[in-house]
């Protein structure tokens, strides 16, 4: 099982959970859903929780209430953890390379504040 937790800028803020704060309610129900399965499932659907390729061991959260999609990054921390650094409404099929690099530093930071570099 995992447990999943949220990245917390040096300032305080919570990224991943403030794009949750701002979905509608039923669609937050959805994504909270979709995080569920990801904490309580061993192999989670692909069309659920999905390894990024081309980047820094990233994962997406991936959620579709009616034509809306929603992804959340993050990344695995010791396997026991998924550390949520942002979320955003997919427009296209490519993942935007400037939510991957935001991704990607905000892991960087995360190890860096837990003290560990990568």
Avoid: C
């Amino acid at each position: 099982m995992r447990e999943i937790k949220f990245y917390k800028t040096q300032s305080g803020k919570i990224p991943a959970k403030e794009f949750l704060d701002s979905l509608s309610s039923k669609h937050a129900q959805k994504v909270l859903w979709v995080l569920e399965l990801v904490e309580q499932m061993k192999q989670v659907p692909v069309q659920y929780f999905k390894k990024l390729k081309s980047t820094d061991d990233l994962w997406e959260i991936r959620a579709r209430v009616g034509s809306n999609s929603y992804r959340i990054l993050g990344f695995l921390d010791n396997e026991e953890f998924v550390v949520l650094t942002n979320g955003f409404s997919k427009k296209s099929q490519i993942t935007p390379k400037k939510e991957i690099e935001l991704a990607e530093k905000r892991k960087a930071d995360y190890l860096f504040q837990k003290g560990e570099s990568s």
